[in-house]
């Protein structure tokens, strides 16, 4: 597989796939801008090569339509800022094949929004998917797909993905415009080769004792993760909301807790499984139960499986914070993803803290940890600890497409 470090760009054109969805306020402005500064190693190695760069991105969601309130002409001043270079824009990105042509080494040229197109994401506009004609409409649009997908490999000598975040989806620019460039011609950025290689260590590069810990609201979002990992960690924590329908599954009284109701059987069969494969699998035991969902509510520990009606756990106890320290501390391999808590409210914080400070405590003493999904790097940046754990994910979706152990379409595209 062709790299990005082997890879002479001097005189060449890169067309790369960003990740620059990055928020923006009312006024245009961009509120946070880690996806910028994420793909900054990348098109900065290129134009220090002496290559030109084409940098093309999505931002939100505008259906396959022009929208101003999406143009990333907004960013053009921000990306030149920290690139360091005037970055020129091409305010279609279906034709600008002669401002990609007029690119001199060391210059760059920003697209505008791809999901301008439909054709970006290949899905027909404007029709149901129970109309009889879909599947015609359906197969039309993936050949004007595959298209948009030539037009924009046309306009460079080289092909590099770095949008993680995109990683998980067949979309033209970051999984079909690949088979327009042959091996030597197309690879990874290094945001990509990070994330990889991140994913990577959790699921093959694994030095025991692996615990991975799973939070957030529900069971049914993380079980085909929770299935994966099941094979493959010596200790799984399953923490925050999900605890309470592991509590009534197994005949315990939880209150207003949330629940998923048509989840128990699967929360047994969970238990079960943890059994059968000798997995050390942590719940909660005891927790902060609360009298509303609010920062300001009554709070009392309480059995996880013994909680007062009227009353509902929204974080985890002292009891449970303790376990989950032990069946991390030892661990030489971690997996953050999703809190302990409602972690959003300070007086809920507890239980994520405890987590979070024992990943620290590990990774100190050697441990390679892991944290990702949006809401547990939420966390890890609210307590000021991101520089205490080996690695963060900037993909949601395709870190976790990654974990359940599916092929991430952006990465296959690359390796064809
Ligand atoms: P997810 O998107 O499934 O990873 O869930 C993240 C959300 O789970 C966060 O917004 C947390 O506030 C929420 N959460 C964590 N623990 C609880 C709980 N005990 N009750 C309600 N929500 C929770």
């Known amino acids: 597989m062709q790299t990005i470090n082997k890879f002479n760009f ?5 067309i790369v796939r960003v990740d620059f969805n990055v928020p923006l306020d009312e006024n245009g402005k961009i509120t946070d801008d880690t996806r910028i500064c994420g793909a900054l190693p990348t098109l900065k190695k290129i134009l220090t090569d002496g290559g030109s760069v084409i940098i093309m991105s999505h931002m939100g969601k505008p259906k396959g339509k022009v929208n101003a309130k999406y143009s990333l002409s907004q960013i053009v001043d921000a990306v030149s800022e920290k690139l360091g270079v005037k970055v020129k824009f091409a305010p279609d990105c279906a034709k600008a094949a002669d401002a990609a042509a007029a690119l001199k080494s060391g210059e760059a040229l920003m697209l505008e ?20 004609a879909y599947e015609e409409a359906k197969k039309a649009m993936k050949a ?19 949008a993680f975040g995109t990683a998980h989806r067949k979309h033209a620019s970051t999984a079909v415009i690949a ?24 699921l093959s590069n694994i030095k025991r004792p692996f615990t991975a810990i799973m939070g957030g609201s529900k069971v049914s979002t993380k079980i085909g993760i929770i299935e994966n990992l099941m094979d493959k960690v010596d200790n799984l924590i399953l923490c925050g909301g999900m605890t309470y329908t592991f509590a009534k599954a197994q005949g315990g009284k939880i209150g207003n807790s949330i629940c998923e109701d048509d989840k128990l059987d699967l929360a047994l069969d969970i238990i079960a499984q943890a059994k059968a494969k000798g997995v050390n699998l942590v719940l909660g035991t005891d927790c902060v139960a609360a009298d509303s969902f609010s ?33 991390i501390e030892g661990a030489k391999t971690i997996l953050w993803n999703g809190p302990a808590g409602v972690f959003e409210f300070d007086n809920f914080t507890a239980g994520s803290r405890a987590i979070a400070e024992a ?15 949006g809401d547990s790097v939420a966390c890890i940046n609210k307590f000021g600890m991101a520089d205490q754990v080996s690695y963060i994910s900037t993909g949601g979706g395709a870190l976790l497409e990654a974990i359940e152990g599916k092929e991430l379409p952006g990465v296959a595209a690359i390796k064809k």
């Open 295 to 327: 920062n300001d509510a009554k709070t009392q520990i309480v059995p996880a499986n013994a909680i007062p009606d009227g009353w509902e756990g929204l974080d985890a106890g002292p009891e449970t914070r303790k376990a989950f320290a032990k069946a």
């Open 144 to 162: 004007s797909q595959k298209e948009f997908a030539k037009t924009l490999a046309s306009y460079a000598d080289c092909y590099v993905n770095d």
């Open 113 to 132: 929004n791809l999901r301008f197109y439909p054709e970006e994401e290949g899905k027909p506009v404007g029709i149901e998917k129970d109309d009889p």
């Open 359 to 373: 990943i620290a405590k590990a990774t100190k003493a050697g441990a390679y940890s892991l944290i990702g999904g």
């Open 179 to 202: 088979d327009y460039f042959d091996a030597d011609h197309k690879m990874l950025g290094f945001l990509m080769e990070k994330e990889v290689e991140a994913v990577d260590t959790i």
């Open 10 to 14: 001097a005189g060449k054109r890169a």
